[in-house]
C-alpha cells in the first residue's frame, strides 16, 4: 500500500515537472516571439527612417544640381552680371528649380547621370550642325523668287517614354529652322509643322529620335555602346 501511494506521487510529482517544463518552454517562445517582432518592427522604422533620409538627400541633390544647371545658363544666356542681373536670376532658376528638379532628373538610377550628360555633350555639336544646315535651307526658299514653300503637318508616334526625352526632342525639333512642335499627344504622338517636304522627309528619317534615345538610354533603343558605358562608370565607383 506504501509502494502504491509512494508511486502515485513519484508519478504525479513527473506530471507537475513536465507541465512546469512545458509552461517554460510556452513562455520562452512567446518571450522569443515577442522579443523577434519587437526587433522587426524597429528594424523596419529603422529602415523607413533610412529611406526617408535617402530621399531627401536624393531629392536636395536633383534640385542644387537643377538649379546650378538653370544659373549657369542663365549667365550665359543673359551676358550681364551685375548684381541685379545675377540676384534675379538666382531667384527665378531657385523657383523654377523647385518646381521641376524632379523633371530633370527623374528616374535616374546610379551612375546613368555622367553618361546622360556626356552623351548630351556630344549631341550637342550634331544638332548645331543641324540647325546651321537647316539656317541655309530656310534661307535659300525664302530668298528664292519663287518662293517654294510648301507647309506639311506630319504626325508621327514617337518610342520615347519619359517626360525629359519628349521635352528634349520637341526642343529640338522646335530649335531647328523649318521645323516647329505643334502638340505632343497623351499617347507619345508628335504634331509638328514642317515649312517644306524636304523639312518634313528630314524628320522622318527618325535620326534626331533615336539621338535623344541614346542620350537617355531608353527601353526601346538598347545599344551595346550602354552596356559598355555602364561597365566604365560601376568599375570607376567600386
Same mark, same amino acid.
Given at each position: ?16 515537472? *513536465? ?17 523577434? *517582432?519587437?526587433?522587426?518592427? *524597429? ?35 543673359? @551676358? ?8 534675379? @536670376? ?98 507619345? *504622338? ?49
Amino acid at each position: 500500500m506504501e509502494i502504491t501511494l509512494l508511486i502515485q506521487a513519484t508519478d504525479e510529482s513527473f506530471n507537475i515537472i *513536465e507541465k512546469a517544463r512545458k509552461h517554460a518552454i510556452d513562455v520562452l517562445n512567446t518571450t522569443t516571439q515577442l522579443t523577434s *517582432e519587437t526587433r522587426s518592427i *524597429e528594424e523596419r522604422k529603422i529602415q523607413a527612417l533610412l529611406k526617408g533620409a535617402m530621399q531627401a538627400k536624393d531629392a536636395f541633390q536633383k534640385f542644387v544640381s537643377t538649379f546650378l544647371i538653370l544659373f549657369i545658363f542663365w549667365c550665359m544666356l543673359s @551676358g550681364k552680371f551685375d548684381s541685379f542681373h545675377l540676384t534675379l @536670376g538666382c531667384l527665378c532658376s531657385l523657383v523654377v528649380a523647385y518646381l521641376s528638379y524632379d523633371l530633370l532628373f527623374a528616374n535616374v538610377r546610379v551612375g546613368d547621370i555622367r553618361i546622360i550628360i556626356q552623351r548630351f555633350i556630344a549631341y550637342m555639336p550634331w544638332h548645331f550642325y543641324e540647325i546651321a544646315l537647316s539656317n541655309f535651307h530656310v534661307a535659300r526658299l525664302v530668298l528664292s523668287p519663287k518662293m517654294p514653300i510648301d507647309p506639311h503637318i506630319i504626325k508621327f508616334k514617337t518610342k520615347l517614354e519619359s517626360d525629359i526625352s519628349l521635352m528634349a526632342l520637341a526642343t529640338s525639333i522646335t530649335l531647328t529652322p523649318g521645323t516647329i512642335t505643334i502638340d505632343i499627344t497623351n499617347d507619345g *504622338e508628335f504634331i509638328v509643322h514642317a515649312l517644306d517636304k524636304k523639312a518634313a522627309d528630314d524628320l522622318n528619317t527618325g535620326e534626331m529620335e533615336d539621338r535623344i534615345a541614346h542620350i537617355f538610354m531608353e527601353a526601346d533603343h538598347i545599344y551595346v555602346q550602354d552596356a559598355l558605358d555602364m561597365a566604365r562608370v560601376f568599375g570607376s565607383m567600386r
